[in-house]
T-cell receptor
Framework: GQQLNQSPQSMFIQEGEDVSMNCTSS?????WLWYKQDPGEGPVLLIA?????ELTSNGRLTAQFGITRKDSFLNISASIPSDVGIYFC????????????FGTGTLLAVQP | GAVVSQHPSRVICKSGTSVKIECRSL??????MFWYRQFPKQSLMLMAT?????????EQGVEKDKFLINHASLTLSTLTVTSAHPEDSSFYIC????????????FGPGTRLLVL
C-alpha cells in the first residue's frame, strides 16, 4: 500500500536554527499537505502544495512540491520554542473522496 | 472560519461499555467527515469516511459493527465505540470538508479515550 516516509524521525535543535525535513512516497501525489500537531491536539494545516515544483511560503515556513511528485520538503527558518510539535506530511488518495494518508511524522524539539 | 469541534475532549470508561464521540463543523457545512485514530507516538490512521445521509465507508481492518458512524446532518457526525476494550484506548480525531473536492480537511481537537 501507499506509504509516506518522513525524515528525520526527530530533531533537537537550538532556538534560531533553521530546520529542514522531507517526505517521500512510493507513488505519485498531485497534492502535498504539511500539518503541525501540538500535543493532545488535532493537526493544523500549515501549507498546501498543488503543483510539481511549486515553492510556497507561510511566514517562516517554506515547502516545496518535488518535481517527481513523489516527495516534498518543509523548511522552518529561525526556529522558536513554539515551533515544537510533530510535523506531518499528507497526501490525498482514493479518487474523488480525497482521503488523506499521513506521513510517519517528524518530532521537532527546540531548545530556548 | 472552518472550525471543527469534538466532544468530549477526553473520556474514561469501563471495559464493555459504549462511548459516543461527536464531531461538529461550527461555521461550515461538511458533506464529508473523516474519523482517524492515533496511537501514542504514531501517525494518524484513517478509520472511516462519513458522508451526510449515507453509510460510512470503512478502511480495511476497521470493524464497522464496533465503530458505528452516523452523519445525520451537514454539521454533525458521531462515532460510537461499542463494547469498548482497553485496546481501543486511543486518540480519536475527526476532520470535516466542504463541497469542493480540492478543499482542505479541517481537523477537530481530538478525543482521548481510555478504557479501563
Amino acid at each position: 500500500g501507499q506509504q509516506l516516509n518522513q525524515s528525520p524521525q526527530s530533531m533537537f535543535i537550538q532556538e534560531g536554527e533553521d530546520v529542514s525535513m522531507n517526505c517521500t512516497s512510493s507513488s505519485i501525489f498531485n497534492t502535498w499537505l504539511w500539518y503541525k500537531q501540538d500535543p493532545g491536539e488535532g493537526p493544523v494545516l500549515l501549507i498546501a502544495l498543488y503543483k510539481a515544483g511549486e515553492l510556497t511560503s507561510n511566514g517562516r515556513l517554506t515547502a516545496q512540491f518535488g518535481i517527481t511528485r513523489k516527495d516534498s520538503f518543509l523548511n522552518i527558518s529561525a526556529s522558536i520554542p513554539s515551533d515544537v510539535g510533530i510535523y506531518f506530511c499528507a497526501g490525498p488518495y482514493g479518487g474523488a473522496t480525497n482521503k488523506l494518508i499521513f506521513g510517519t511524522g517528524t518530532l521537532l524539539a527546540v531548545q530556548p | 472560519g472552518a472550525v471543527v469541534s469534538q466532544h468530549p475532549s477526553r473520556v474514561i470508561c469501563k471495559s464493555g461499555t459504549s462511548v459516543k464521540i461527536e464531531c461538529r463543523s461550527l461555521d461550515f457545512q461538511a458533506t464529508t467527515m473523516f474519523w482517524y485514530r492515533q496511537f501514542p507516538k504514531q501517525s494518524l490512521m484513517l478509520m472511516a469516511t462519513s458522508n451526510e445521509g449515507s453509510k460510512a465507508t470503512y478502511e480495511q481492518g476497521v470493524e464497522k459493527d464496533k465503530f458505528l458512524i452516523n452523519h445525520a446532518s451537514l454539521t454533525l457526525s458521531t462515532l460510537t465505540v461499542t463494547s469498548a476494550h482497553p485496546e481501543d484506548s486511543s486518540f480519536y480525531i475527526c476532520s470535516a470538508r466542504g463541497d469542493s473536492s480540492r478543499e482542505t480537511q479541517y481537523f477537530g481537537p481530538g478525543t482521548r479515550l481510555l478504557v479501563l
